[in-house]
């Protein structure tokens, strides 16, 4: 079983950032089988305002991908 942390990323300059997408693509295109997603929770970033207070915002999530390797069995 092979574990993949996907998820989205918002950030005001650059917008919309997806990770692990790719990687996850790429194993299903090869036979792998999603298994099970888990979640992992929200990304947070905090921000320092001018008055010297700190705010938490939520900039995205990510959940895991367990992916069962099909091709591997395949092979033995």
């Not at 947070?44 to 959940?63: A, E, N, P, R, Y």
């Amino acid at each position: 079983m092979k574990e993949f942390e996907v998820g989205l990323r918002i950030d005001p300059e650059k917008g919309l950032l997806f990770f692990g997408l790719e990687e996850v693509n790429d194993r299903l295109l090869r036979g792998d089988k999603i298994i099970k997603l888990e979640p992992v929770g929200a990304i947070t970033k905090q921000i320092q305002k001018s008055d010297g207070t700190v705010q938490l915002t939520i900039s995205g999530f990510s959940i895991i991908v367990k992916l069962e390797d099909l091709t591997a069995n395949l092979t033995q």
